[in-house]
């Protein structure tokens, strides 16, 4: 059964600083895996997604994520964050017919 | 271009009172759509899918229950509302429903039972 496991809950990091947000996850079949972010009060919104070629895959707002099939992971990062990128980062796979999301991590942006 | 709305923004509820959310969609016919609710610290839990009027399927056992009504149109209800019904409720839309597909989030509603 597919499923997707957010290491960690919150991530403090200083502005300009580089920041990584973990994700593993589970699939016996085709795997399809998501990042969406969630600003304060607000709906999810798609950063990017892999569905098959090349293991980097670069979304909006300068963010990328890298999938490792070997290590089962599709871990988020960016070279340099803002005050914007305040939020929370969810991580999905698809899987018994439906998207599954992690519990979600917050990222807290320190001046 | 697409657009997907929910109301109320918020909302204060006693145990034990009926509730009624609403959802939207614009630009897009036959979208598949979705409730999910956000509970602090356990992420997004689907509760209902619908990929035509009057084609509900339930993800979980609750008190709660959905409905569309319409092609671009998904309500969330409950009779009795428990202190458990307490988080945030988003509806989302995907064109496919099919693993490959996006889904479009709403700005959610914020739902406090007392």
């Known amino acids: 059964a597919q499923s997707v496991t957010q290491l960690d809950s919150q991530v403090p990091v200083f502005e300009e600083a580089p920041v990584e947000l973990r994700c593993n996850y589970s699939s016996s079949v085709s795997v399809y895996l998501f990042w969406y972010v969630q600003y304060p009060n607000q709906g999810l919104q798609l950063l990017l997604k892999y569905l098959s070629g090349s293991t980097l895959v670069k979304g909006i707002n300068g963010f990328e994520a890298e999938f490792n099939k070997s290590q089962t992971s599709f871990h988020l990062r960016k070279p340099s964050v803002h005050i914007s990128d305040t939020a929370e980062y969810f991580c999905?796979?698809?899987?018994?017919?439906?998207?599954?999301f992690g519990k979600g991590t917050r990222l807290h942006i320190l001046p | 271009s697409q657009t997907i709305h929910q109301w109320p923004a918020t909302l204060v509820q006693p145990v034990g009172s009926p509730l009624s959310l609403e959802c939207t969609v614009e630009g897009t016919s036959n979208p598949n759509l979705y409730w999910y609710r956000q509970a602090a610290g356990r992420g997004l839990q689907l509760l209902f899918y619908s990929v035509g009027i009057g084609q509900i399927s339930s993800e979980v056992p609750q008190n709660l229950s959905a409905s569309r009504p319409q092609d671009r149109q998904f309500i969330l209800s409950s009779k009795k509302l428990l202190l458990s019904d307490s988080g945030f409720y988003l509806c989302?839309?995907?064109?496919?429903?099919?693993?490959?597909?996006?889904?479009?989030f709403g700005p959610g509603t914020r739902l406090t039972v007392l």
């Open positions: 999905a796979v698809w899987g018994r017919g439906k998207i599954i």
């Open positions: 989302a839309w995907s064109v496919l429903g099919g693993g490959t597909d996006t889904q479009y």
